[in-house]
């Protein structure tokens, strides 16, 4: 059964998750299916390992305290996750969203995510995590991992939810953009957001051919579309393009090169996860 996959953990971006789900499946009329991982820190019950000059006896007594600590905070963290899937399940229920499935799984969260991402239409995640120094620029640490690990369109919320009425494309040309604007013209019921159709750089004679098409199929599929190609540096321009024209969400393709090129020339879907306040949907 086709579903949303809402991936929480219990950070301030969960309200924000939760919010963004119900709006997709409101519009495609799909249930919601929420998943929040334990780590295996989490759930460790494994007594630490201690050295010194303390007694045998002594030793023993404390390995057994530490070993029933660690079991008191295994328990304590499914009670807190348990929580935290009931407060979601809440939530989306108040956004109109009558069909809720919640799961608490142990382990990774990548692997989670590719667990439950066959009956997933779209997967709406947080951009940063309970860790996150929201003073800095640090993403979520998983985020990237879960992006390069599946195929299904992610969606990035931003830290609250507002309505949504106007996005940017941002197309390159690339098979990424391309299946960005084919899934979209493929869902009419998104039609009725006004849609910016943007190409940074100085375009070509088949770019430019490639960007009219793009328009033509998005208007052939009900949206209004306005196409453009403005020269310059693609993460700046895409940026001030965010801010100045208010756009409430951005669609874009994901990672295109390895993590490798990534660490060497950086990588601009990671930059416009950090430079944009609004979310963001991610097509691999």
Request: contains cysteine.
């Amino acid at each position: 059964m086709t579903q949303i996959l809402a991936v929480i953990d219990g950070s301030i971006y969960s309200t924000s998750v939760c919010d963004h789900a119900a709006w997709i499946a409101q519009r495609l009329q799909l249930s919601v299916e929420v998943v929040h991982v334990l780590g295996r820190r989490d759930v460790s019950s494994q007594p630490t390992n201690l050295s010194g000059s303390i007694g045998l006896g002594a030793r023993t007594e404390l390995l057994d305290e530490l070993a029933e600590l660690d079991a008191s905070r295994a328990r304590l963290a499914q009670k807190r996750g348990r929580a935290i899937l009931e407060d979601a399940k809440e939530r989306l229920n108040a956004d109109g969203v009558t069909e809720v499935a919640t799961r608490l799984r142990h382990g990774e969260i990548v692997e989670t995510v590719q667990d439950f991402e066959t009956d997933a239409e779209v997967i709406v995640i947080g951009k940063r995590g309970e860790a996150a120094d929201f003073n800095s620029l640090h993403l979520g640490s998983n985020l990237e991992r879960i992006v390069r690990s599946t195929h299904k369109p992610i969606f990035v919320a931003s830290r609250e939810f507002k309505p949504i009425k106007r996005f940017l494309l941002a197309f390159d040309g690339g098979n990424s953009a391309t299946l960005a604007v084919e899934r979209l013209a493929a869902l009419p019921q998104f039609a009725d957001l006004t849609c910016q159709l943007l190409y940074v750089g100085n375009a070509s004679t088949e770019l430019q051919r490639q960007l009219e098409g793009a328009q033509a199929t998005l208007q052939q599929a009900g949206f209004t579309v306005e196409a453009e190609v403005i020269p310059g540096q693609a993460e700046a321009v895409i940026a001030d393009r965010v801010e100045s024209d208010h756009i409430d969400l951005l669609v874009m393709g994901a990672y295109g090169h390895s993590r490798i090129r990534n660490l060497i020339i950086g990588s601009t879907t990671t930059h416009m996860l950090q430079l944009c306040r609004v979310p963001v949907i991610l097509f691999r």
